[in-house]
């Protein structure tokens, strides 16, 4: 069992950056691919990024965000820059043992974390 908790959500101007935090729980933190939803209101849950050895992208966030862990922290990192009126939402961490499809096939998630964006 993985427990996730997000931080770092918050209030923003556009163009202004945020970086949520995602504390996972556990000793086999190392052997899970991590990833990043969000889901505004009124749409569906969508995936932002994804990490294993590398990091993998939503087209609306590529070049832009950034995915990050730190193994020894059981921590995952999203750093988001530039951001939008559109990137509002409530932001989930989640993660899957190794592999497979970043976008699909998460097991575990967190409670989520409010981000919004000020035009």
């Known amino acids: 069992q993985v427990q996730l908790v997000e931080s770092g959500g918050g209030l923003v101007q556009a163009g202004g950056s945020l970086r949520l935090s995602c504390a996972a729980s556990?000793?086999?933190?190392?052997?899970?691919?991590m990833g990043w939803f969000r889901q505004a209101p009124g749409k569906e849950r969508e995936f932002v990024a994804g990490i294993s050895w590398s990091g993998g992208y939503a087209d609306s966030v590529k070049g832009r965000f950034t995915i990050s862990r730190d193994n020894a922290k059981n921590t995952v990192y999203l750093q988001m820059n530039s951001l939008k009126p559109e990137d509002t939402a409530v932001y989930f961490c989640?993660?899957?043992?190794?592999?497979?499809?970043?976008?699909?096939?998460?097991?575990?998630w967190g409670q989520g974390t409010q981000v919004t964006v000020s035009s």
């Open positions: 989640a993660a899957k043992f190794w592999g497979g499809d970043y976008s699909s096939g998460y097991d575990y």
């Open positions: 556990g000793r086999s933190f190392s052997t899970y691919t």
